[in-house]
DNA sequence: GCCGTTTTCGGCCCGACTGTTTTCAGTCG
């Protein structure tokens, strides 16, 4: 049992349960305690097993959660969801992904006309049996059949590099629009998670109308949701959701920091604010004296924070993880910045599944200002990709040698390999080749549906060999497509600190594996972290920034990075015992 | 359901907008 199960398992509670019309609170209470799990550092399995720790120290799980999480690892499944299921079939959940049908209407639906599924809905709205149900109405019912169609595709959530691509559109294009004095994008695109689920834009502006206006001629601006007088909504062609909202001046910095997320952060920084006599709300930080409500703050995002005797916190930390723990104590990570990345040790030539030659991949990284790479193509088991065997890393390396001489004194061409861990735990190359690298990333492309204790037992195997540098891709996720290896990411953590084997963050967008969780706990077993692009043609060093968000979404800084240091810095640090 | 230096009960963040209402509930972020 992981704790993506046990937190899945959490969501779907809160959802019936919602659905039900429960306590609201009791609903919110099973909802955190599910991202608390997802969070969580450790497998819960591994926490119950260990006397000396208990789950209801961790915050937001207590006694009747803590239990059913051992319900869920002893016995695989929970008594009061198999309970909730008799009441409420798990179809009707469908319902509320229709934008505008929340857990309140879907149950009037579903207890007047029995509608459990999206293709029973559309039949109510066509046979004209929704208008008429109280609190529905003729718009409702004309929202909700035209939400049928989206609900399917709506709760996609895109990679945060293709939200990156539109943000630059949108903003190329607002940059047009007179009298836009200040304009940032917010939301979960700016605390960098890996996915977006929609883009929230903050202007000032003295006329929202005139933004508004100018916002909707936007190429591929598809309708309007809905449109007030500061807020407005529009849909995409794509079915991704731009929301506006125009601000004053004095409000912007208590805007963008109530937009930015996430909600659960928001909670706790709302409830300091209670604490010290304050109220704040998307317009500022205010105290009361007498009948009137004094402003003390609003205009930054610095001056909010401090207002509540808090450092400014990054907004990729801004989760409700350990960022006010960390404020508290006044030991905020001094986070990682893409300047910082010194060399790329991950990406592949034309040798195998690349695009580009060795030379062109020099020329990228030292546009891109690296001090060095690390040439690391396939190895001969990924044959779709052709991959190498030891003949023909050999005869690349002899190629690198050549080409070393002709380098231009402070870069460094490295020598690497991405070599498989095959299925039964040997690696692709013999010790006695792997030996020769200056460079080797270990990575698992096959078998990545063997049991955890196989899987497991691969990958530590692979860290244990002393010829093995890093693990590439450690969990072999890909977001949205590919779940993870069933592996016990904690017993690799501790044999990866033991063995001081880097461990690879891969930035490829799709990848971000290790994800930002797993970043952090990496850093709390001192074991470094080396950001690769897997880059695959020139273009893909791009996408280094990606790595770097995730990198701080997890607190790591440069000196939690194997590749923020020089070549020369980290051979040695690999070489010494 | 969780939590606690106004503590074991009684709170739990807050406002914009919409549609269906005759003053507000539901949804969303």
């Known amino acids: 049992m992981d704790n993506k199960k046990i937190a899945d398992s959490f969501e779907e509670i809160a959802d019936l349960l919602e659905f039900q019309g429960a306590n609201p609170f009791r609903v919110r209470a099973y909802r955190k305690g599910s991202r608390t799990i997802r969070d969580l550092a450790q497998s819960v399995t591994t926490i119950l097993e260990d006397d000396r720790r208990k789950l209801t120290d961790v915050d937001g799980i207590g006694k009747d959660l803590a239990a059913k999480c051992a319900e869920l690892v002893e016995t695989g499944q929970l008594e009061m969801l198999t309970e909730l299921h008799r009441e409420i079939p798990s179809t009707v959940l469908q319902l509320l992904r229709i934008p505008g049908l929340g ?11 029995n509608v459990q599924t999206l293709d029973q809905l559309r039949e109510a709205c066509e046979s004209d049996r929704v208008a008429g149900l109280k609190g529905f109405g003729k718009k409702t019912a004309e929202t909700i059949f035209k939400g049928i169609s989206l609900a399917a595709a709506a ?29 940032e994008f ?14 929230d834009i903050l202007v000032i502006a003295n006329e929202a109308d005139h933004v508004m206006d100018h916002l909707i001629s936007f190429a591929e601006a598809a309708e309007t949701i809905m449109r007030g007088g500061t807020k407005m909504s529009l849909r995409l062609h794509s079915g991704l959701q731009v929301d506006l909202r125009v601000v004053a001046a004095e409000s912007f910095g208590a805007a963008l920091q109530y937009f930015t997320g996430s909600k659960d952060h928001n909670v706790v920084v709302r409830g300091r604010a209670k604490q010290r006599g304050l109220r704040i709300n998307e317009y500022g930080v205010y105290r009361s004296e007498g009948d009137e409500q004094v402003s003390i703050a609003g205009a930054t995002e610095h001056e909010v924070y401090e207002c509540l005797g808090l450092p400014y916190i990054p907004p990729e930390l801004r989760e409700s993880r350990q960022e006010f723990e960390w404020a508290d104590a006044d030991d905020l990570p001094d986070l990682l910045c893409l300047k910082d990345i010194r060399g790329d040790l991950h990406m592949h030539t034309n040798a195998t599944d690349g695009k580009g030659t060795i030379e062109e991949m020099i020329a990228a990284a030292k546009s891109r200002n690296l001090d060095y790479i690390a040439i690391t193509d396939h190895s001969k088991r990924v044959s779709m990709a052709r991959g190498l065997d030891a003949d023909r890393l050999l005869a690349q390396w002899k190629q690198i040698d050549r080409l070393r001489n002709s380098l231009e004194e402070g870069f460094q061409l490295l020598k690497g390999i991405e070599c498989d861990i095959l299925e039964d735990g040997s690696m692709d190359l013999p010790d006695q080749v792997l030996a020769q690298a200056d460079w080797v990333l270990a990575s698992v492309h096959y078998g990545q549906k063997q049991s955890r204790d196989q899987i497991t037992d691969r990958i530590i195997g692979a860290i244990r060999n002393p010829q093995i540098t890093a693990i590439a891709h450690p969990t072999g996720r890909l977001i949205n497509r590919r779940e993870a290896y069933d592996v016990d990411m904690d017993s690799v953590m501790q044999a990866a600190a033991e063995c001081k084997t880097i461990l690879e963050l891969n930035a490829n967008p799709a990848r971000l594996d ?17 950001i690769n692009t897997d880059a695959h043609s020139t273009s893909g060093m791009d996408v280094m920034c990606c790595g770097v968000l995730q990198a701080r979404r997890g607190g790591l800084g440069p000196g939690d990075v194997a590749n923020t240091r020089t070549w020369g810095e980290l051979s040695e640090w690999i070489a010494s015992p």
């Open 186 to 199: 917010a939301g979960s695109y700016r605390r960098g998670r890996e996915t977006v689920g929609d883009l």
């Open 155 to 183: 709760n996609e959530r895109i990679y945060w590099a293709e939200a990156d691509h539109l943000v630059s559109q949108l903003r190329e294009h607002l940059n047009l629009c007179q009298g836009i004095e200040q304009l």
């Open 514 to 530: 290790l994800h930002d969780v797993h970043c952090a706990a990496a850093k709390s077993h001192g074991i470094q972290v080396a």
């Open 103 to 113: 857990p309140k209407k879907a149950a009037v639906l579903f207890r007047e006309l």
